[in-house]
């Protein structure tokens, strides 16, 4: 993917809470398109490598929803956070990070991270196919600005942060 170009048209397999289920797991299946998340929207959107991995858990997600209203007064409707896991993974590390502003997508099948292209085999680490850290500002389903960590390969030996924080992609929306 580059600037320019419109997101890839999937369908999210998202777990939402509904009281009117009841018990102790109030929670069902609803599909989410891409349109759903960004159409007619300006939004940042990260991924990583996992749900409740060191730096994603100690670095990206807090500092995306620590800076959410600084990135929001820079003309940004949302900000969404996704991963190469399942809706209860995600949903169980959005509880366990405190996450209220940052919505987290799950790509459990890895379909719409491929169609970025930055769906990586990480099996030197246990993980299998995940996602390659990237940034992006979307405006309208279009790419504006891409952000990706240098590496981008299978295996990679590294876990390189920084062009993906926070205050990268603030540094970028000051530009405006």
């Known amino acids: 993917m580059k ?15 509904d009281e009117s289920i009841g018990g102790d797991n109030p929670f069902r299946w609803q599909d989410m398109a891409t349109n759903d998340y960004f159409a007619g929207k300006r939004v940042v959107v990260f991924s990583l490598p996992g749900a409740f991995t060191p730096t994603c ?3 990206q997600v807090p500092g995306f929803e620590n800076n959410y209203n600084a990135i929001k007064a820079l003309g940004v409707d949302e900000i969404y956070c996704v991963s190469v896991n399942d809706a209860f993974v995600m949903n169980k590390w959005g509880r ?11 790509d459990g099948s890895g379909r719409f991270t491929r169609q970025m292209g930055m769906l990586v085999d990480k099996d030197n680490v246990g993980f299998g196919m995940r996602s390659w850290r990237y940034a992006m ?12 960590e240098p590496g981008r390969s299978d295996n990679f030996g590294d876990d390189p942060y920084g062009e993906t924080s926070p ?3 603030m540094a ?3 530009t405006l």
């Open 96 to 106: 366990d990070q405190c996450v209220t502003n940052v919505k987290l997508i799950p």
């Open 137 to 148: 500002v979307v405006k309208d389903g279009v790419i504006e600005k891409l952000f990706e």
């Open 57 to 59: 858990s100690t670095f």
């Open 3 to 17: 600037e320019g170009v419109k997101v890839p048209a999937v369908v999210f397999k998202t777990r939402v809470r």
């Open 167 to 169: 205050e990268t992609v």
């Open 172 to 174: 970028y929306l000051k």
